[in-house]
């Protein structure tokens, strides 16, 4: 059975709905599946939805699935999360104004460090955050990200840090695991930069 945790002593005061929170990992880990197989880089998914109790004034439907991405799915070595944002900052602009607290969930940790250079999911969500004054973020993951490719990955202590409700959602380990290194062999087990 799956279960929700908060992802440090921060995070206590999140509410969590196992049930949720599992159905939408899921559907990011089918996200996932639609990215290229390579063996540089996890298979990640993410939905962005729109979250809370509906009673504050919200437009959008708590549970409402406001955009989706996965890996690679759009040009410029594109991360999960990334895509979603940008999916989301393209449709809202049409949408205003949009959810008042939002869940972004990514089936592995959202990275700090971008080995291409790139712009770190972290810090992308922190900037879209602060773009979007007034809503309320709260991150669901599925796994933390290994060491293979950037060591010691601490994207949820940092979001957490700048006061972004963190929580990973344990039991579907070994599913977004195999989805996330499908395509990897046995030269990227280990490889640290």
């Not at 880990?29 to 990215?35: G, H, P, T």
């Not at 437009?59 to 991405?69: R, S, W």
């Given at each position: 059975?799956?279960?929700s ?7 206590t ?10 159905h ?6 089918a ?12 298979r ?20 409402t ?12 070595n ?5 895509c979603?944002l ?10 205003t104004?949009g959810p ?16 291409s ?5 972290v810090q992308?969500i922190e900037?879209?955050?602060k773009?979007t ?5 709260r991150v669901v993951?599925g796994?933390?990200?290994?060491d ?6 601490d994207?949820?202590?940092?979001l ?5 409700r963190?929580?990973?959602?344990s039991?579907?380990e070994?599913e977004?695991m ?11 087990e280990g490889?640290?930069?």
């Amino acid at each position: 059975m799956a279960s929700s945790t908060p992802s440090t002593a921060a995070a206590t005061a999140a509410t969590v709905d196992d049930t949720t929170d599992v159905h939408f990992l899921r559907q990011a880990l089918a996200q996932a599946d639609k990215a290229p197989l390579r063996a540089d880089n996890y298979r990640v998914g993410a939905l962005l939805v729109a979250d809370g109790d509906g009673d504050d004034g919200d437009d959008a439907n708590p549970g409402t699935i406001l955009a989706t991405g996965y890996t690679h799915e759009l040009p410029g070595n594109t991360h999960a999360e990334e895509c979603c944002l940008l999916k989301y900052a393209a449709l809202a602009a049409e949408h205003t104004p949009g959810p008042h607290r939002v869940a972004l969930y990514t089936t592995m940790e959202p990275c700090v460090r971008r080995l291409s250079g790139k712009m770190a999911c972290v810090q992308r969500i922190e900037r879209w955050r602060k773009a979007t004054s007034g809503v309320g973020v709260r991150v669901v993951v599925g796994v933390r990200e290994p060491d293979t490719f950037v060591r010691a990955n601490d994207g949820l202590r940092l979001l957490e840090e700048a006061g972004v409700r963190c929580c990973v959602v344990s039991g579907l380990e070994q599913e977004i695991m195999r989805v996330a290194t499908a395509g990897h062999g046995p030269t990227t087990e280990g490889k640290h930069d």
